[in-house]
């Protein structure tokens, strides 16, 4: 029986073991994969932080990079070891929890081959749990490479041909523009009419001007929180326009089905696709948590991270309270809130 269990091992999580740690609390860290920094480490090979050093620190402990780096998914998996050495944060490795009930005053937490009891459990698995891709992939030629973003490496993992690329977040672009510097034809799938904004505007880094505007202290529910957390999030660091008139990009729209032989698209049809890497995002899966109650986008309700639930806690989620809720350097002042929380008990 511990007084806390922190499922997850992400930077949320290492945030709010911190906190627990300064206060001398019997707390323990379960994480469903092998090593801290896993999930950093299986993500594409060039990924870069849209945020600078700067912006990335964890509490107690900066980002060991000079002001200014952007830094690889190597460099921030490096971080997060260096941060659970330095507090000595237990964390118990290849523990997928399944299925979480409370029954009186106690949390049991089913892994794959273990039981764990809490009377506090804090949810900090992220906001990406299930990939998301169109049902129209199971129509497809079993000849065609499909790849979700979730398992894109580089483009080494493509066949010789064409490629598709279909989502026009973050992910999609950063992918599009790799795949296209082979000058190999490449087609589009997604919206066009998106904003991009760079990564640095008269020598100070975009963080430093949403810091200066206000746009990272806004929470979500604040006129000018609602406003930006509804709102069609710009591409950052990547000129889209720019992008999109490649001579070996083409631009097809939607997505709309497909068959063995032909893919259909708003603007036309293609029968000469080899690959297609799926930037479609992902799908919040919370339903292992018995008695929880979802919100309109089937993310737990509550308030700063604090549930319907008495002792059941979440941190890392989209928007918990800011912007920067479910990014490396926005987790600690949700953490230091919820720790805030926890001490008033």
């Given at each position: 029986?511990?007084?806390?269990?922190?499922?997850?091992?992400?930077?949320?999580?290492?945030?709010?073991?911190?906190?627990?740690?300064?206060?001398?609390?019997?707390?323990?860290?379960?994480?469903?994969?092998?090593?801290?920094?896993?999930?950093?480490?299986?993500?594409?090979?060039?990924?870069?932080?849209?945020?600078?050093?700067?912006?990335?620190?964890l509490?107690?402990?900066?980002?060991p990079?000079?002001?200014?780096?952007?830094?690889?998914?190597?460099e921030?998996?490096?971080?997060?070891?260096?941060?659970?050495?330095?507090?000595k944060?237990?964390?118990?490795?290849?523990?997928?929890?399944?299925?979480?009930?409370?029954?009186?005053?106690?949390?049991?937490?089913?892994?794959?081959?273990?039981?764990?009891?809490?009377?506090?459990?804090?949810?900090?698995?992220?906001?990406?749990?299930?990939?998301?891709?169109?049902?129209?992939?199971?129509?497809?030629?079993?000849?065609?490479?499909?790849?979700?973003?979730e398992?894109?490496?580089?483009?080494?993992?493509?066949?010789?041909?064409?490629?598709?690329?279909?989502?026009?977040?973050?992910?999609?672009?950063?992918?599009?523009?790799?795949?296209?510097?082979?000058?190999?034809?490449?087609?589009?799938?997604?919206?066009?009419?998106?904003?991009?904004?760079p990564?640095?505007?008269?020598?100070?880094s975009?963080?430093?001007?949403?810091?200066?505007?206000?746009?990272?202290?806004a929470?979500?529910?604040?006129?000018?929180?609602?406003?930006?957390?509804?709102?069609?999030?710009?591409?950052?660091?990547?000129?889209?326009?720019?992008?999109?008139?490649?001579?070996?990009?083409?631009?097809?729209?939607?997505?709309?089905?497909?068959?063995?032989?032909?893919?259909?698209?708003e603007?036309?049809k293609?029968?000469?696709?080899?690959?297609?890497?799926?930037?479609?995002?992902?799908?919040?899966?919370?339903?292992?948590?018995?008695?929880?109650?979802?919100?309109?986008?089937?993310?737990?309700?509550?308030?700063?991270?604090?549930?319907?639930?008495e002792?059941?806690?979440?941190?890392?989620?989209?928007?918990?309270?800011?912007?920067?809720?479910?990014?490396?350097?926005?987790?600690?002042?949700?953490?230091?809130?919820?720790?805030?929380?926890?001490?008033?008990?």
């Amino acid at each position: 029986m511990k007084d806390y269990i922190i499922i997850g091992a992400g930077q949320s999580g290492l945030a709010i073991a911190y906190y627990l740690n300064k206060r001398n609390a019997d707390y323990l860290i379960v994480d469903a994969n092998s090593e801290i920094g896993d999930p950093w480490l299986k993500r594409w090979d060039s990924l870069k932080l849209f945020t600078p050093s700067e912006a990335n620190n964890l509490p107690g402990m900066d980002f060991p990079h000079k002001k200014g780096h952007y830094a690889d998914k190597y460099e921030v998996a490096n971080y997060l070891k260096a941060y659970v050495s330095k507090f000595k944060i237990p964390i118990a490795f290849n523990q997928k929890i399944t299925f979480l009930k409370k029954d009186k005053e106690v949390f049991t937490l089913q892994g794959d081959n273990k039981t764990f009891e809490a009377k506090n459990v804090i949810i900090a698995t992220g906001p990406f749990h299930k990939p998301f891709i169109p049902n129209c992939h199971t129509k497809i030629a079993k000849e065609v490479i499909q790849i979700h973003s979730e398992h894109y490496k580089n483009p080494a993992q493509l066949q010789e041909g064409s490629t598709l690329v279909v989502g026009a977040g973050d992910s999609g672009v950063q992918i599009l523009d790799e795949i296209s510097q082979a000058g190999t034809p490449v087609y589009f799938s997604g919206n066009t009419n998106i904003s991009s904004i760079p990564q640095e505007i008269l020598g100070k880094s975009l963080w430093w001007w949403f810091h200066k505007i206000g746009f990272l202290s806004a929470n979500k529910y604040s006129w000018i929180g609602k406003k930006l957390s509804n709102g069609v999030q710009p591409v950052i660091g990547t000129n889209v326009k720019k992008l999109f008139k490649k001579p070996n990009i083409t631009c097809v729209g939607r997505t709309l089905d497909a068959n063995s032989e032909t893919i259909f698209f708003e603007k036309q049809k293609r029968t000469d696709i080899k690959n297609i890497v799926w930037a479609t995002g992902f799908k919040p899966n919370f339903n292992w948590i018995d008695g929880i109650e979802l919100d309109e986008s089937h993310y737990p309700k509550n308030y700063r991270g604090v549930s319907d639930i008495e002792g059941l806690y979440f941190l890392g989620l989209p928007w918990l309270y800011t912007r920067g809720s479910a990014t490396l350097g926005g987790v600690k002042k949700d953490a230091e809130y919820l720790n805030m929380h926890l001490t008033k008990k």
